[in-house]
């Protein structure tokens, strides 16, 4: 079993940059494939990245490629989600999943067994 622990959230303008990390615990996160997704008021939580075991490939969400690079440093047990170009419709809450069932980039959230809390993302026009 695993905790993920998000960090990095907060309040930008439009154009801005924010680093997300996800910090794990309780095993190893090597074995885990990693993805962060996000939810926004009244929407479906949504796959945003994802990378795999040895980081050796990521897959976007259309949304967000070309801005947005997901990399893990498994030495540290962290996954990071560089956010650039940020837009006012990135504001969500963008969560950490992990799973260790496969090591495929899965888009369906009911794939993934461990989640973060969650930390919130507020871009401002």
């Known amino acids: 079993q695993v905790q993920l622990v998000e960090s990095g959230g907060g309040s930008v303008q439009a154009g801005g940059s924010l680093r997300l990390s996800c910090a794990t615990s309780?095993?190893?996160?090597?074995?885990?494939?990693m993805a962060w997704f996000r939810q926004a008021p009244g929407k479906e939580r949504e796959f945003v990245a994802g990378?795999?075991?040895?980081?050796?490939?990521?897959a976007y969400a259309d949304s967000v490629k070309g801005r947005f690079t997901i990399s893990r440093d498994n030495d540290k047990n962290t996954v990071y989600l560089q956010m650039n170009s940020l837009k006012p419709e990135d504001t969500a809450v963008y969560f950490c999943?992990?799973?260790?069932?496969?090591?495929?980039?899965?888009?369906?959230?009911?794939?993934?067994?461990?989640w973060g809390q969650g930390t919130q993302v507020t871009v401002s026009s």
């Open positions: 990378i795999r075991r040895s980081g050796d490939n990521t």
């Open positions: 309780g095993r190893t996160v090597s074995i885990y494939v």
């Open positions: 999943a992990a799973d260790s069932s496969f090591n495929l980039l899965i888009v369906h959230k009911y794939a993934y067994e461990y």
